[in-house]
């Protein structure tokens, strides 16, 4: 089974700290995601890379950067945090073999910026 | 741009009962299709997914969905609904290359009464 797992499930920041949030695949994925996911939003992509040290910006990339040294490794970094980027937070993989690959989500961060 | 609206935030189906959720989108071309569930406290779960060939889709735990053009809709459907299906349903369209970067709808949340 495809495993996504996400270093916490909860975390709670002080306005303008530097955050990292870590997200580990173990299935040898070429693309990795982050979603920011608010109630009545649904779903938004934050960032995407599609291979080592490649990313693409996603629909919503303000306020955060991202870090990929790693196959297996996606880091999301916000830079300094802020109470709107209170959320939870979803990584996701898959592989590259065709279109529209399965995206596997990992069980999520609930961060709260205080 | 691309869209995702489904229409119901939450829908009440009695255990037993059959269910239909909505879906309408909005894409130029023809649409990379996904339908997502969410279970409390769980990272999301692809049910199925339609890019072309049968508009009749089978998913994993007896779910479907149907596309049709005309009425730029993908519903998913269950003939008997059971307790455990109670969830957050998440409708998306992928777009860009690979159709990896997905656009998702603000999800349905169903709630099974016994």
């Known amino acids: 089974d495809v495993k996504v797992t996400q270093s916490s499930r909860y975390l709670v920041k002080r306005t303008g700290e530097k955050v990292f949030l870590e997200c580990v695949q173990d299935m040898d994925h070429e693309n990795m995601f982050w979603y920011r996911q608010d109630p009545g939003l649904g779903l938004r992509l934050i960032y995407f890379s599609y291979d080592v040290k490649m990313k693409e910006k996603g629909d919503i990339p303000e306020g955060y950067s991202v870090s990929r040294e790693k196959k297996e490794r996606f880091s999301l970094i916000l830079e300094s945090a802020s109470t709107n980027q209170t959320s939870m937070y979803l990584c996701a993989s898959s592989s590259r073999t065709g279109n529209a690959d399965t995206q596997y989500f990992g069980p999520g961060t609930r961060l709260t910026v205080l | 741009a691309q869209s995702v609206t489904q229409p119901d935030i939450h829908i009440t189906v009695s255990e037993g009962a059959s269910l239909e959720l909505r879906c309408n989108y909005s894409?130029?071309?023809?649409?990379?299709l996904f339908w997502y569930v969410q279970s409390p406290g769980q990272g999301l779960q692809l049910l199925l997914k339609y890019f072309s060939g049968d508009t009749l889709v089978q998913g994993i735990k007896g779910f479907e969905a149907e596309f049709k053009r005309s009425q730029s809709s993908f519903n998913l459907r269950k003939p008997s609904v059971h307790w455990s299906d109670a969830a957050e349903y998440f409708c998306a369209v992928g777009r860009g290359t690979g159709f990896q970067k997905l656009v998702f709808g603000t999800g349905t949340r169903l709630l099974v009464s016994p």
């Open positions: 894409y130029g071309a023809t649409p990379y």
